[in-house]
């Protein structure tokens, strides 16, 4: 009797500058641990010349070539918002897209940001002090943390961005879904981080391509623990820079982790292994560092 061919899945990630992200290997490998042959296609604005304006024609063409799903990140995660047919609960109080689901012809985002950042904070910081914290970064992974960081039992966020009207809204919405007190925003970085006891960095600056610090170093203290967003590299300028100062500090790398392994249930309905999955994030990051 001939065995029964594997299930076949295509997904991938629209966005820009992403020729080395790890996501197409994190989800291609986890697939074929469980008889899936999974396709994870980068689609990469950056190489094309192009932005966010050439959405509507992607997300078209996600439809016509059957695509199971798609990851989305930078700078796409609210631009394509107004392109879908439904949104999560999630993905609608965040105001922030980062999985698109395609069943029946319907393209439906969710949000698994903000659940990958909070299970990777508890892991590594139990027991952290989240009466005031600041957030750098009101874009889309920012959205994301800020709402799963209120849920997650933070008192009070102070948002900073360099748009201060970005700040703003993000702020206000956070009233709006938590409460009046729960959240602010703060145009000077230095204000902000008045009477933090934590910060959670959710901008581009520290990247391979971006780098450098987003805040003055020496607004860094013992009393501050400092989470990070950013994992290319994974240890990041503004990390080393915390350590040195005395933080206790959480690298980018749980939550690219968690995100991915909310997408995959998505996309497949398979419950992935979270140690394998991790193990094998980390094993090429190391990987590529040795390169």
């Known amino acids: 009797m001939t065995p029964a061919a594997p299930r076949k899945a ?17 989800h291609e490998q986890e697939a074929a641990q469980h008889g899936l042959r999974l396709h994870y296609q980068l689609i990469d604005l950056d190489r094309s010349g192009v932005g966010a304006e050439v959405l509507p024609t992607l997300m078209q063409a996600v439809r016509v070539m059957g695509f199971d799903g798609l990851n989305i990140t930078y700078p ?7 392109l879908l ?3 999560s609960d999630e993905a609608r109080t965040m105001g922030a897209v980062n999985t698109v689901v395609c069943r029946d012809g319907r393209l439906i985002g969710h949000n698994t940001d903000g659940a990958g950042w909070v299970e990777a904070f508890q892991r590594r910081l139990p027991g952290a002090d ?3 914290v600041a957030l750098l970064g009101a874009g889309g992974a920012g959205a994301a943390i800020a709402h799963a960081a209120l849920r997650m039992g933070v008192r009070h966020l102070v948002v900073n961005d360099r748009d201060a009207a ?30 933090a006891t934590g910060l959670i960095h ?88 040795d390169a």
């Open 166 to 195: 970005k700040a703003e809204e993000l702020a206000a919405a956070l009233q709006a879904a938590h409460g009046t007190d729960r959240a602010s925003a703060q145009a000077d970085v230095a204000l902000a981080l008045q009477g």
């Open 85 to 87: 047919d439904e949104l």
């Open 76 to 82: 796409c995660k609210q631009a394509v918002i107004p």
């Open 202 to 289: 959710a901008t581009p600056t520290g990247m391979d391509k971006l780098p450098g610090l987003p805040l003055p170093e020496d607004l860094l203290h013992p009393g501050l623990w400092v989470a990070d967003v950013v994992y290319f590299p994974l240890d990041t300028a503004l990390l080393k820079a915390a350590r040195a100062r005395g933080c206790a500090t959480v690298d980018g790398g749980g939550m690219a982790v968690g995100q991915a392994l909310g997408a995959f249930r998505l996309f497949t309905g398979l419950q992935p292994d979270a140690q394998r999955v991790e193990a094998h994030f980390r094993q090429m990051l190391a990987q590529r560092a």
């Open 130 to 132: 989240l009466s005031r």
């Open 10 to 26: 295509l997904v991938g990630l629209i966005g820009a500058g992403i020729q080395r992200s790890l996501t197409p290997a994190m």
